[in-house]
């Protein structure tokens, strides 16, 4: 049929080898880094080194991530999952609970805001340990090749632009309590000045962080967890009331998984892991109920039932994140049953996965509980991951999304290093006992959702996007945009798209949503609140290659921000 089109805004990128990621100077780097010789993995090890520079409010040697990597020679997709865990002190009831939501995650308040900064929020980081292990599994380059461009950068400065200096100035708030943070990002005191046609803008030099890359580069991975920056880090943690540990740090690798035929799922029949993102199972097997083929992406129809099946997704998630029935086929089924055409649901209760799974002891199963309803001041802002995408003419492809967590993570700067700390155990929920609750050594059901589908058995499409939970509705729009509307990649990213909440009433609509289709849901029930994709940042920053069948790759960009693509 014929359908209405997005006018896209960025050409699409076609070459035989690319890069997409937050910024044109990471992308090329990693464009750099193929054209001397070194694959996909080779680059996007060294982009997301130097997006720690470029965008430092999202990503550093301090926080967390994961990769996904399909090497074409040995014919592996492998996860890397380096993930946080909370460290070996934590306890379910570490934190001061207060009244109300106020968290990025819509978790209950916590007193001093202890688990989004400062000391006590700092999780295990895990970036060098991923980065390190997909590099020496499946690169051709030595950790010192990959980090030459950051440690070059960190030394000669960064040009801030209007972004970054738009972050620094909002942060300001917070330097008084952490000034080593501000030491760090201001220029005599003040925000730096991003540059201008007329003449160029402040640098940030990290001369800190660029002898820590150098550690790093003739250390490895165990110069970070084992040797004199990880005493750093600990002291620091010492000194300020944390409870990360030299232990903690020096046990910590990164989870290596390579994926076996079981671990692969369908989708309209095309093969694809999800990334160890359980919710784009879970979203997936719901909307493959529905026939999207036969309708408009701008439709009410395709617009509430993408609302629809999202909603169902978190409540199911948040209620029951970890347990095995949540991703089978019947149990969407059921959900896809409650979701009805002519009606938005309202008080959406979560589907018990019980019945579709083995039985489990009963301490496996965790009371669920749902964070008070009502607009937060946290769900829109900043997209604070960094997310970034290679693949060359080889076929490989790798996939990586990193982050601090909120923006510049913890606050905490380790004093001689330049490494701001993640502040991830706001990952948990700080009320004991329920499905996301704290406690030691756990890792966070966190979405890092980085799905890579098949055709013909090669890689197809690798996506990923920024934004926390805002960013599934990149990852879910784009991929229904692509599969179910056979869209090619810049336009499916282009697409406006909706965006619900599981904690919040509100259903967020793109403003570039047709009128007619915002009142039609309006009608079906939906609260509907109208945002402007340029400004609000609420509804994610994707990033995404695509491989067509004659190998060259197409690469896809967001205006919404400074995403970038770069290829040759």
């Not at 050409?11 to 990621?21: K, Q, T």
């Not at 934590?90 to 968290?103: C, I, N, Q, R, Y």
């Not at 993408?306 to 169902?312: H, I, K, Q, T």
């Not at 002891?361 to 991951?385: I, M």
Request: charged content about 20%; hydrophobic content about 40%.
């Amino acid at each position: 049929m014929i359908r209405n089109r997005v006018e896209t805004r960025i050409r699409p990128l076609v070459a035989e080898r690319g890069v997409v990621a937050g910024g044109n100077l990471v992308a090329q780097t990693g464009v750099e880094i193929m054209q001397k010789g070194g694959n996909a993995v080779d680059a996007g090890v060294a982009a997301a080194f130097v997006a720690q520079l470029t965008e430092p409010g999202m990503c550093g040697v301090g926080g967390n991530g994961t990769i996904l990597v399909h090497h074409a020679k040995s014919n592996e997709t492998t996860i890397f999952n380096d993930g946080p865990f909370a460290p070996t002190a934590a306890k379910p009831d570490m934190f001061e609970v207060l009244p109300g939501s106020g968290s990025f995650y819509g978790w209950a308040n916590v007193r001093d805001d202890a688990n989004i900064m400062g000391h006590k929020s700092v999780a295990v980081p895990g970036t060098v340990a991923g980065l390190s292990a997909a590099l020496e599994r499946y690169g051709t380059l030595s950790l010192r090749e990959a980090l030459a461009p950051a440690i070059e950068l960190a030394v000669y400065g960064v040009d801030v632009d209007q972004r970054m200096a738009t972050i620094i100035a909002r942060e300001m708030k917070h330097f008084r309590q952490f000034p080593l943070l501000g030491a760090l990002l201001l220029v005599d005191g003040l925000p730096p000045t991003p540059g201008t046609f007329w003449e160029p803008g402040d640098k940030l030099v990290n001369l800190d962080l660029a002898e820590t890359y150098r550690a790093i580069a003739e250390g490895g991975a165990d110069a970070f967890y084992r040797g004199p920056i990880a005493h750093a880090i600990a002291s620091e943690m010492s000194k300020h009331g944390g409870i990360l540990t030299y232990e903690d740090l020096a046990t910590y690798s990164s989870e290596v998984k390579v994926l076996e035929e079981k671990d692969f799922l369908t989708y309209r029949g095309l093969r694809y892991t999800p990334g160890s993102s359980r919710v784009v199972v879970q979203f997936l097997n719901v909307l493959e109920n529905f026939d999207l083929a036969g309708l408009e992406p701008h439709s009410p129809t395709f617009c509430h039932l993408m609302l629809e099946a999202m909603r169902w997704t978190w409540v199911n998630h948040f209620a029951f994140a970890l347990e095995p029935g949540l991703l089978t086929k019947a149990h969407a089924d059921e959900v896809a049953d409650r979701i009805r055409l002519d009606q938005a649901s309202h008080d959406v209760r979560p589907l018990d996965p019980q019945p579709y799974q083995r039985p489990t002891r009963p301490s496996d199963r965790l009371a669920s509980g749902a964070a008070q309803a009502g607009s937060d001041p946290w769900l829109f802002g900043e997209t604070n991951t960094t997310t970034l995408a290679a693949a060359d003419c080889q076929g490989n492809v790798i996939n990586i999304l990193t982050s601090l967590g909120n923006a510049f993570g913890s606050k905490v700067v380790v004093p001689g290093t330049g490494i701001v700390l993640n502040d991830h155990m706001c990952s948990f929920d700080p009320i004991p006992g329920r499905a996301l609750s704290l406690g030691p050594t756990r890792r966070p059901a966190r979405g890092t959702h980085l799905p890579l589908f098949f055709r013909d058995g090669k890689p197809w499409l690798a996506l990923s996007a920024s934004g926390a939970r805002r960013s599934m509705s990149s990852v879910f729009h784009v991929l229904a945009h692509s599969i179910d509307f056979d869209m090619g990649l810049q336009e499916a990213i282009e697409t406006p798209r909706v965006w619900p909440e599981a904690l919040y009433p509100e259903a967020f609509l793109d403003s570039r949503i047709p009128k007619s289709t915002q009142q039609a849901l309006a009608e079906l029930g939906h609260r509907t609140v109208s945002l402007d994709p340029f400004t609000s940042g609420g509804f994610g920053r994707p990033t995404a290659v695509s491989i067509a069948a004659s190998g060259r790759l197409l690469g896809g960009a967001d205006p919404m921000y400074s995403t970038e693509v770069a290829g040759f």
